[in-house]
Each structure stands twice: as structure tokens, then as C-alpha cells.
């Protein structure tokens, strides 16, 4: 008994030796920086609690929040890409789309709408972009940036664009994509969508929909509705935290975005890349198993 009590003493005190020699090197090494740590980042961060009633960020459920707190896994384990499947499943019934091109990306509304454009046109292509609110003009300025021929449809902020007009404007500027918004967020507008996929089909003109501020919130059927490239946010009315950005391509997008004559200009948003890491390609990468091609067809 004494042996055994004197034995875990020593280890004790061996122990206590070492933390203290860890101790020291550690202030040691505290001594030789010199910008101190900033005192906030010694405190715990406290985040009030806030009702959120604008159109983003919004609220998100407890169910939700808990599932952050999760272990982190490997991009590259078994189970990683089992989930990313079932996103992908999940991103097909909220989107009402059977396309196998659907992923998520990482970033926020604005990075699936400059890999929208980035990947299906080339620069000098005619592009006709619905202005009604900011998110028009931005996209305006995303094709501009990467050579586009970009042509407006402009109203007042809130203003709605007859079919007719549409159909005028895509007649007389032969765009390769139409871009129109379907929940104007700063204008307060939801966009009727009916019929505008008809009308980009009879000119060839793929129809881009930014539903980042509408989907959850608003009725919206991408297969039905002849959406050729559709996208959202995480943040919105889906109440999740930002930086997902769920996008999808129809086999019309996929054609123009996979037969192109030049490279994206984004290598991090270029579909050939991402399309490959979700195993919607059919073609498995350097360092994907083989089991993602599987998402070429749409059973289980």
C-alpha cells in the first residue's frame, strides 16, 4: 500500500514538473510576441438573442443550430459523401427538380449567382439581365466583369415584367441566358414565373432564377416551370445558417456549360470541378471513390 502510494505521488509530482516546464516555455514564448492578444478574444463571445423579421438572415430553429455542434469529418470519408448525397436529395424536392446536376456550395446567394453566370457564358455572348431591384443589377455587373454582352429590361424598383416583354426583349437581343429575379428582396416583390421558361425554350435561351429570398416562402416548380438554372441561399426563408447556396442545372444548362469554347473565368466555381467532387459527372476524380458516379441517375 505505501509502495503503491509513494509510486503515484512521484508520477504525480512528475507530472506537476512537466506542466510546470510547459508552463514556462509557454510565457516564454508569450514574451517574445510582440502584439499582445486583443483583450476580446480572452473573454467568451456573447451573442444576444434577436428576433429576425427581415428577409435574411432569418432565425434558426434549435434543431437546426444543435446539429452544428457535431464532430467534424473528413471532406474525403465514406460518411461525408453519404450526406452530401442526401443533400443533394434534399436540394431536388425543395428545388421540385429531378436534375442530377444539383449541389451546394459554399458560399452565400452570391457565389451560386456568379457560378451561374461564369459557367454558362462565354465572354462576348449577349446576356439579358430583368432589373427591377439590386439583385438584377448585380448580376448585370457579374456578366459585364467576365466580357458579356449585357442588355437591361429596367423598372422602377418592384416593378413586374409582362411575358410579352420579356418575349420582345429575348427576340430582339438573341441572349444565350435570361436572368430574372423571383423574390426581389429589396424591392418586396415575388415575380410570377409562369410561362418564361416556355419563351426562353422558342428563342434557345436558358432561363436563370435567383430565388435566395423566396424559396420556402413562395411556391416555386423548377421541372414544371422550365427553369434551366436555379438557385438560393441557406439564410433566408429556409431558416439555416449562411453560406450554403444550393444551385441546379437542367441537361439544356449542362449542354452549353460543359461544351463551351473557353475555361470559367472562376477556377473555385467552375461546375467541372464541383460537379466532380458531388459525383454528378459520372466521371470519378483522382481521389473520389468510384461509388459517386452513382449519382448519374436518380434511384438510391
Known sequence: ??????????????????????????????????IPPPACMLRPL???????????????????????????IGHMHQEMFEIMNDIKRGIQYAFQTEN?????????????????????????????????????????????RMGANVHRMVKTPGGYFSNKEIEQAIAKHKP????????????????????????????NCLFLVDTVASLGAAPIFMDKQNIDILYTGSQKALNAPPGTAPISFNDRACHKMFNRKTKP????????????????????GQSIPPHRSRCLDSSP
Open 265 to 284: 473565368v472562376s477556377y473555385l466555381l467552375d461546375m467541372t470541378h464541383l460537379s466532380n467532387y458531388w459525383g454528378c459527372d459520372g466521371k470519378p
Open 46 to 72: 456573447e451573442v444576444p438573442l434577436r428576433y429576425l423579421f427581415g428577409p435574411g438572415p432569418s432565425n434558426v430553429p434549435p434543431r437546426i443550430l444543435a446539429v452544428g455542434a457535431k464532430p467534424i
Open 176 to 203: 444565350v441566358l435570361f436572368f430574372l429575379t423571383h423574390g426581389e428582396s429589396s424591392a418586396g416583390l415575388c415575380h410570377p414565373v409562369d410561362g418564361i421558361g416556355d419563351i426562353c425554350r422558342k428563342h
Open 1 to 34: 500500500m505505501q509502495r503503491a502510494l509513494f509510486s503515484r505521488s512521484a508520477l504525480l509530482a512528475q507530472q506537476t514538473a512537466k506542466n510546470a516546464l510547459l508552463l514556462q516555455r509557454l510565457d516564454r514564448s508569450m514574451s517574445s510576441v510582440t
Open 100 to 144: 442530377n446536376m444539383t449541389i451546394s456550395m459554399s458560399g452565400s446567394g452570391h457565389a451560386a449567382m456568379e457560378c451561374a453566370v461564369f459557367n454558362v457564358v462565354e465572354p462576348g455572348e449577349s446576356v439579358l439581365v430583368a432589373i427591377n431591384g439590386i439583385w438584377g443589377e448585380r448580376v448585370a455587373e457579374i456578366a459585364e
